[in-house]
């Protein structure tokens, strides 16, 4: 990759990271910040506030993750980075074994 | 198997996928099995608690065998071969520990909201693992956390003190994971404490001996399995009991209005769900003092004890805590070495969102479970007409009578040991939610006997409570090993040791680390479960600014990685020492369990204001960052490593 492509995909992962971030800040400090207010509110039993904390955080630290693997999965392919590490890896350590050898 | 091509690697998968299915199938059948028994022919509690044992333990001496290595990159990163989703399971269970599966719904069972810091603090720091770390941990590529601070600083002091610290928090963190396992074999399986101690050991000891990661991470996928099976089953017998619905995680809304009402009409003081009600007090300092003064015969003073109410219903010790414990979880070795064992950076960001996943499933399980642990306790014990009766021990404890007319057993049992205590404060002979007090660590473990379920929940609870102790202390005396055999050893006092050497010394670390935590565990000191807390402070402010500013600040350089590591620790220490013996040391209300938020503030300051101050690291260190940061390609220096060897 070029120099300048590199930087920019650095950017982009950058931007993603910052965006990513604020929600998970949001979801969990924001919603413990006000969950006294929010407990007045009831959804099938749950007072909301100890939901965030108990449920609703947790969804989406996962969904979090789970956008941020496939968004720069996908970001890579576009960069033409293939998943080739395993054999770059196997083959150093082929060498490894051929020098044990 | 480390040599292996992207097609025998799918073929791999499968055949995982496979063994490890019919595995849990086998685990659940073997389950039914046993409880039908139970009901029908009445299989003795000795028979259904052996059964559990022996089987699990000789599963994992199976494994330990089967995937025994001598290769040095499979013994400490399982030969970079793990498919995400196995990597997952393994991590998880390696996160997931006495303190998870034993402790924490015991805790929100006690405190209710107030302990939603531990439930979002760790899963949150996944979050900060995925997006700020795993992907050039695994890019950078070589064996340990300290090979990344040593490479990236330049240097071997930093990366010593990296893995003193690395040590410090393992060798706390293993310590209660073994007292857990002691706990377990004791309550649940009548054996004696010290021999569950060194039965446990054992078990770690024969995995991560012989195979090193390989072995521990194989073993810890079948621990997986069997923790989260036993975590999950008793909630859906107490939902179906309680609340008629088989689903815990979704049905508990109305256990959480029954308690909301028990509690108005019972007039309990702290309510369930009412956020920021935790006073802070010195009162685990002062028991804790008292006990290591019983135990080794020393004098130390115990401070006078405070109750400090003035930040009740302020939200600040809750956040710190959240986020220390956040910043912790993504700065402890143990987790962040899981990202050298997959095989590329796609894959290392799918791994850890398998990670959080598995987690997840456990973590959003146990607020249920304490919650209907406590609507039991409210509406079932709460009440009861109390009488004095002789344990089997000999005690005398003030009991609760059941519907039958006679007294409970678990009350008479759990009090007589200690564990309970019932005080008739307002002596009107009926139980007060006020007078109850348990320890918090045997929610989990007494709810299936507090509920009225079969024996065999009860006992697939204790091997769940096993798998995870079990399965945190083997990936620890890994990183404990590794630090001192190859951080240590290898990388600072002689680098021309031989492969064989090394391994040999890795494999002698193991069994010395596990004698010195059989001796540390032995005492059970209550000291050690505070450490474990502490544990998420230290590294939350030594490790986690460090290898954040490593990555995403190229200018950061030795002397401020230096000046930030050791100013990080001093005020965590500082702080927490201060505020743990006298509450009234506070700043805003924070606990010593928050300490590290002061800490990491110290720590990015330094580290930024000193790194600006002194030279900018050399230009090999900034292109090694252009590196990490560069998805394409292999880290220079990490080729060089593994052609060294």
């Known amino acids: 990759m070029s120099k300048s492509k590199v930087q920019e995909y650095w950017q982009r992962n950058l931007r993603l990271i910052v965006i990513l971030l604020v929600i998970w800040a949001l979801i969990s400090y924001g919603a413990a910040l006000i969950a006294p207010a929010l407990n007045n509110i009831v959804i099938l039993g749950f007072p909301l506030g100890y939901w965030f904390g108990s449920q609703g955080s947790l969804i989406g630290f996962v969904l979090l993750i789970y956008a941020y693997a496939k968004i720069m999965n996908k970001m890579d392919d576009e960069y033409h980075i293939a998943d080739t590490d395993t054999q770059k890896l196997t083959k150093t350590e082929e060498k490894v074994k051929i020098r044990k050898n | ?645």
């Not at chain 2, 990296?162 to 649940?188: D, E, H, N, P, W």
């Not at chain 2, 909630?235 to 609340?243: A, D, E, G, Q």
């Not at chain 2, 308690?259 to 769900?273: G, P, R």
């Not at chain 2, 400090?308 to 219903?313: C, L, V």
């Open chain 2, 1 to 645: 198997m480390a040599a292996m091509s992207s097609d025998s690697g799918s073929i791999f998968q499968s055949k995982l996928v496979r063994y490890y299915g019919l595995f849990t199938l086998g685990f659940l059948a073997l389950t039914v099995i046993i409880l039908l028994l139970e009901i029908s022919v009445g299989l003795s509690q000795g028979l259904i608690a052996g059964i559990y044992m022996v089987l699990t333990f000789g599963l994992y001496a199976v494994i330990g065998v089967a995937t025994r290595t001598k290769a040095l990159d499979e013994y400490y990163v399982a030969g970079r071969s793990v498919p995400a989703v196995f990597n997952g399971m393994a991590t998880g269970a390696d996160w997931m520990s006495a303190a998870s599966f034993l402790s924490m719904a015991g805790t929100l069972w006690g405190i209710g909201y107030d302990g939603m810091a531990y439930i979002m603090g760790w899963t949150g720091g996944y979050v900060l693992l995925a997006l700020l770390f795993a992907p050039y941990i695994r890019k950078f590529g070589q064996y340990t956390i300290p090979d990344f601070v040593g490479a990236r600083f330049g240097s071997n002091s930093a990366r010593v003190v990296a893995a003193v610290m690395a040590i410090i928090v393992s060798f706390t963190y293993v310590t209660a994971q073994v007292v857990g396992v002691g706990l377990v074999m004791q309550r649940v399986l009548g054996l004696d404490y010290g021999l569950g101690v060194i039965l446990g050991l054992g078990g770690v000891l024969f995995c991560s001996f012989l195979g090193g990661m390989k072995a521990v991470t194989w073993t810890q996928v079948a621990q997986y399995v069997i923790l989260i099976v036993a975590y999950l089953i008793p909630p859906i017998f107490m939902s179906v009991k309680l609340l008629g619905n088989p689903l815990p995680q979704l049905a508990y809304g109305q256990a959480l209005q029954q308690i909301i009402q028990l509690e108005a009409q019972q007039n309990v003081a702290k309510k369930y769900v009412e956020p920021f009600n935790e006073p802070l007090s010195n009162a685990g300092a002062i028991a804790a003092i008292r006990q290591a003064n019983g135990f080794f015969g020393t004098a130390m003073a115990t401070p006078a004890p405070v109750t400090i109410t003035d930040w009740r219903s302020t939200p600040w010790d809750f956040l710190a805590l959240t986020f220390c414990l956040m910043a912790g979880t993504a700065g402890l070795p143990h987790i962040l070495i899981r990202f050298y064992t997959v095989p590329s950076i796609k894959e290392s960001r799918r791994s850890v969102f398998w990670s959080l996943f598995f987690i997840f499933l456990l973590y959003v399980t146990a607020p249920a479970y304490a919650t209907l642990s406590r609507l039991t306790i409210l509406k079932d014990v709460v009440g009861l007409s109390l009488t004095k009766e002789k344990a089997a021990n000999g005690r005398e404890v003030t009991t609760a009578i059941g519907a039958d007319g006679k007294p409970l057993a678990w009350v008479t049992k759990m009090s007589s040991i200690g564990l309970m205590t019932i005080a008739d404060a307002n002596n009107d002979n009926k139980l007060q939610f006020s007078e109850l007090t348990i320890n918090n660590d045997l929610i989990v473990l007494s709810t299936p006997e507090i509920a009225g379920l079969p024996y065999t929940i009860a006992a697939l609870v204790a091997a769940g409570g096993l798998a995870a102790a079990l399965s945190t202390a083997d990936g620890l005396l890994v990183v404990i090993a590794s630090s001192i055999a190859h951080d240590i050893y290898f990388k600072t006092v002689n680098p021309k040791a031989k492969p064989t050497t090394r391994m040999n010394l890795g494999k002698g670390m193991i069994v010395v680390a596990a004698a010195l935590t059989a001796l540390l565990a032995l005492p059970q000191l209550a000291l050690v479960a505070q450490m474990v807390a502490w544990a998420f402070s230290l590294a939350a402010s030594t490790l986690f600014p460090i290898v954040l500013l490593g990555i995403f600040w190229r200018r950061a350089n030795f002397q401020g990685a230096m000046a930030g590591m050791v100013g990080g620790l001093i005020v965590t220490l500082w702080y927490l020492v201060n505020n743990y013996l006298n509450p009234a040391n506070n700043i805003m209300g924070l606990s010593h369990l928050s300490s590290g938020v002061f800490g990491m503030i110290a720590n990015f300051t330094l580290m930024i204001v000193v790194s600006l101050l002194t030279a900018p690291p050399p230009k090999a260190i900034q292109e090694m960052v252009d590196q990490l940061r560069n998805p394409v390609g292999e880290m220079s220096e990490g080729g060089e490593m593994i052609h060294g060897h």
